[in-house]
């Protein structure tokens, strides 16, 4: 009975820890990858990309800064004696999460100031 609550508290931990890294890796793909297919698309489908980076770049600063605020609970440590392995991973979730912003907000800034379909054509 302990062996899947183990594995479920594993995997809580490991996702929790690399949200900031899955969630920069989603928003960049959804960004160029809309990008991508209204430019092959043709010109009436690229006035939907910035509102659409916009709205996936809010999204993505929204989810981080859910993860921030909910690390505290979603890492606790399994023995209140020993919270020496939830502090470290609060640490670096956080870390993660703040590099991981920086990440989405060059990934919007490059997107939106560039011209959306200028090096495709």
């Known amino acids: 009975m302990s062996e899947p609550a183990r594995d479920t508290r594993f995997l809580r931990r490991t996702l929790t ?5 899955l969630i920069w890796a989603a928003h ?9 297919v209204a430019c092959r698309e043709g010109a ?3 006035g939907f990309v910035k509102p659409v980076i ?3 770049t809010v999204l993505a ?3 981080m800064g859910l993860v921030a605020a909910k690390a505290r609970s979603w890492l606790a440590p399994d023995d209140p004696g020993a919270p020496d392995v939830s502090i470290f991973l609060r640490a670096v979730t956080h870390i ?4 991981s912003l920086f990440g989405v ?5 490059s997107a939106v100031l560039l011209p959306t379909c200028g090096a495709l054509r």
Request: no cysteine; aromatic share 12%.
């Open 17 to 21: 820890s690399l949200s900031g890294i």
């Open 28 to 36: 960049f793909g959804l960004v160029y990858g809309v990008q991508h």
């Open 44 to 46: 009436g489908w690229t």
């Open 54 to 56: 916009y709205l996936a």
């Open 61 to 63: 600063a929204a989810l």
């Open 96 to 99: 993660l999460l703040v590099l």
């Open 105 to 109: 907000l060059a990934t919007t800034a």
